[in-house]
């Protein structure tokens, strides 16, 4: 298993501002995900970061939204860029080679 | 493009029931489907883990059957309880070629409420 720690939990931020969400895992690991879930919603993959190279974007995000980095085999960020209140959601990074392990999410509000 | 769907969205039942939840997708050509269970404002937590090859997977009151060539798994929970009470996702998930991880579609949910 892997446990897997988020920074912030929460935050509530101000439109055409950034955040970025850090995400800590305990363990080396090759690849992690970052899925967003929007309110009522289900989650939706955004991004696969590698360590070492640029992340993959899903289909509907791109790299100026929302950069990633991917500095180490235990940690990577997610900046959520030049918010809009349609950011607003529930980040969370995840890992796993089979059983996928969630983060606890970050809790974004943007008004 | 896989698309998951779970049946139904909401459920509400007394405490005591048996009660099945569905989840169908439609690529069948999947690595594993896993189900999740989300409490009000908390991340996931995986129940169970079906790989392509297996049938079921059973843990405590929960059992797990995959139908791959039908696209269906059925998340089985027996004598529920008030603290099973929570969102359970079902996610399918298709093989990064790299062997490093998985990219999971998930479906919608199914909110169950059991009442004491």
């Known amino acids: 298993s892997a446990v897997i720690s988020q920074k912030p939990s929460r935050d509530i931020c101000q439109r055409g501002t950034s955040l970025t969400i850090q995400c800590q895992v305990d363990?080396?690991?090759?690849?992690m995900f970052w899925y967003r879930q929007q309110p009522g919603q289900s989650l939706t993959l955004i991004a696969t970061a590698n360590q070492g190279s640029e992340a993959t974007y899903e289909s509907g995000f791109v790299i100026d939204k929302f950069p990633i980095s991917r500095p180490n085999l235990t940690f990577s960020t997610l900046t959520v860029s030049n918010m809009s209140p349609e950011d607003s959601s529930i980040y969370l990074c995840?890992?796993?080679?089979?059983?996928?392990?969630f983060g606890p999410g970050t809790r974004l509000l943007v008004l | 493009k896989q698309e998951v769907t779970q049946i139904p969205a909401a459920l509400s039942v007394p405490e005591g029931e048996n009660l099945v939840l569905n989840c169908s997708f439609t690529?069948?050509?999947?690595?594993?489907l896993q189900w999740f269970r989300q409490d009000p404002g908390k991340g996931l937590t995986s129940l169970l883990l079906?790989?392509?090859?297996?049938r079921e997977q059973t843990s405590g009151r929960l059992n797990a059957s995959l139908d791959k060539s039908s696209g269906r798994s059925t998340l089985y929970i027996a004598a529920s309880q008030p603290g099973d009470s929570a969102t359970y996702l079902c996610a399918v998930s298709h093989h990064m070629n790299n062997n490093a991880g998985n990219m999971l579609t998930f479906g919608g949910g199914t909110r169950l409420m059991v009442k004491p």
């Open positions: 690529d069948s050509a999947i690595y594993n």
């Open positions: 079906i790989q392509s090859s297996q």
């Open positions: 995840s890992v796993g080679r089979e059983t996928q392990y």
């Open positions: 363990s080396q690991v090759t690849m």
